[in-house]
DNA sequence: ACAGTAACTTACTATTTGGTAGATTGGAAA
DNA sequence: TTTCCAATCTACCAAATAGTAAGTTACTGT
């Protein structure tokens, strides 16, 4: 799970870079108080000193491995390129990388989970807001707007809401994918879920689709 | 938060009720690796040798939680009687329903939460499988037929998979909010999620409806 | 009244855990 | 080559933690 590479001795920023690894993956499997410092140290293979030398404390590493994993998804989120797309496959695309980024990166969802346990007392204190904001949000408005115009999409849908839309449902059959397959027998895999995702997309198309009755706040 | 009466002292049952609660609550807040057994013992009013005694160890003190959860779900679902309304009111309602439950019984979510962050591993050991499956799938499958039946909604439509998707529109906003009001700077309270209810039920609907080329598999 | 036993507690242990003091080592600059 | 500091490690501590042994107390049946 942990790539490490050969230790590449006295190499501090390397050094560093192994730790925030191992404890992503530390804090994502374990849980904010289930992670273990000394299973950190052991994973990134290096000496406990190390980590609070250059993290601090328990807290403080935990801090850099949150915001990682928000760095990791807005980086994949800014190479997305839907200019060039319609209205409907820009959608789609969107759904299509958001299911994929949450089942080929399993420890954002945990992390999103460990933190939210946590009533999200940690990421209030990141201090680059920038850094974990969405870039799609004013994508998916650009979208919308193009989509109005040309009388495929109604008007009046929020961007913040719907990509929490799309969140929503990509997030869940991966994030409790566990739980549902024993509590409903459903065999969920990633073929599973790439049908699901196709589902996601018609369904946030449909909502989109101008119609008489389907007006919303 | 752990609303316990006077101790009524020497009442076997309802000492363990109390353990269970705490438990509850603590698992929820703090996860399976962050519970601390110490804590549980003051927050139910009890000694610590009483929970071993009564429920083995902590990771059955756990099972017994987690099972908990979801038995109060089930029995809140049993409640529903959607057999006299129309089949779009019948959804409406079930997707109200979801809402309001993960919004009124926080632990839920958190304990699902947990659960997925350890792969299921307790889940599995639940013997009594009925008491945790939703009574909801087979309810959905009723309505969904009729809906058929009375033309209003397409067919070959899957209820636990219909299940999953009015679950992944509450659960997320729900499950997610302190990072969601954070990162987009989303007020959501009560208002924007009962707001949000409506709109997930409206998008169900119109995933529903009988429509050309709105067909899956 | 008085056993007998179920309910419950005090006081303890072995181990794990976050965190640190202080020594050591490799590499770059002089 | 020597100096010096950043990079790293060994060895340790105090506190917290899951779990238990052995005792005490209140109810119940006789």
Redesign the pocket.
Known sequence: MSGNQK??????????RRILDAALSEFATQGHGG?????IAEAA??????????FG???E?YKAALKESYVQIRQGERAIDTDHMSPEDAIRELVTFTMHHFISKPWFTSMLNTENLRKGVTVQEIDDLNDIQSPLISQLGEILDRGVAEGRFRPGVDPTELYITIASLCFFPVSNKYTLRVVFNVPIDDAWLKRRAEDAGRMVLCFLRPEPDAGSG
């Open positions: 230790p590449a001795r006295r190499d501090a920023a390397a050094t560093q992670a273990r410092v000394d299973r293979g290096v000496s406990k000193p190390m980590i609070y030398s250059y404390d328990k807290e590493l």
